[in-house]
């Protein structure tokens, strides 16, 4: 079954809203990251948190982190326009203290920010 | 300077043919990957290289056949090509090593692959 499943599938805010993106996971982990894609390109790393973390902050960014949940969220404040695209989560299994860098991505959310 | 290149950024072909797929990274990292992002938008790992050894090898059929001729390039060849092989295809790279937490990855532009 997948690793990273994320909710809402997608959102549609207004500019200087809030957004929030939560994901869930099933398996002890390293790390969870937060990519950004926009239409038609790559993905951008956004953030990371650690297992041993349970908040980070970069910029207008939130992410949480709860493991006992097995759950993370990030929080995008005081949305733009040009925040406008999809968001992955990605998880990096852990594995005994072996770690390939093997991600496991969600479905990601596609978040619309309407000027 | 791109720091993940890879090319062509649109590849159409016919069913049955054989291409491949070129990537590059200048950022000296270690470790590369290919992914499969399908319709959906789904993204999952194929394989991953550490310094030109094959460390990652998920379940992807034996038609594809990554090759690292050195630390800086990954490239994807596809043999045989099916109409389900249809995705955008990512290279990726990380500047860990095996033993290493991952840390960001950094993703190429991508590949879109059609297969008619």
């Known amino acids: 079954s997948q690793q990273g499943e994320e909710d809402p599938q997608a959102l549609s805010i207004q500019e200087g809203e809030n957004a929030t993106m939560n994901c869930s996971y099933k398996?002890?982990?390293?790390?969870l990251q937060w990519y950004r894609q926009n239409s038609g390109r790559g993905l951008v790393h956004l953030i990371l948190?650690?297992?041993?973390?349970r908040e980070k902050h970069s910029g207008r960014l939130r992410v949480t982190l709860d493991t006992s949940k097995k759950s993370s969220s990030l929080l995008i404040t005081a949305s733009r326009a040009a925040d406008t695209a999809s968001y992955f989560c990605?998880?990096?299994?852990?594995?005994?203290?072996?770690?390939?860098?093997?991600?496991?991505f969600g479905q990601g959310t596609i978040l619309t920010v309407h000027p | 300077d791109t720091a993940v290149s890879q090319t062509p950024k649109y590849l159409v072909t016919q069913m049955g043919n054989d291409k491949s797929i070129k990537c590059e990274q200048n950022?000296?990292?270690?470790?590369m990957y290919w992914y499969k992002q399908d319709s959906k938008k789904f993204l999952k790992i194929m394989f991953s290289?550490?310094?030109?050894?094959?460390?990652i090898n998920e379940t992807v059929p034996n038609r594809f056949s990554p090759k690292s001729p050195d630390k800086a390039h990954l490239n994807l060849h596809i043999n045989s090509l099916e109409l389900g092989d249809s995705a955008v295809y990512f290279c990726?790279?990380?500047?860990?090593?095996?033993?290493?937490?991952?840390?960001?990855?950094?993703f190429g532009p991508g590949t879109r692959l059609t297969v008619l």
């Open positions: 990605a998880t990096e299994a852990y594995a005994g203290g072996t770690s390939y860098g093997k991600l496991t």
């Open positions: 398996t002890s982990i390293n790390n």
């Open positions: 948190i650690r297992s041993n973390e």
């Open positions: 950022l000296g990292h270690d470790t």
């Open positions: 290289y550490n310094n030109k050894e094959l460390i």
């Open positions: 990726a790279s990380n500047p860990g090593g095996i033993l290493a937490s991952t840390d960001t990855q950094y």
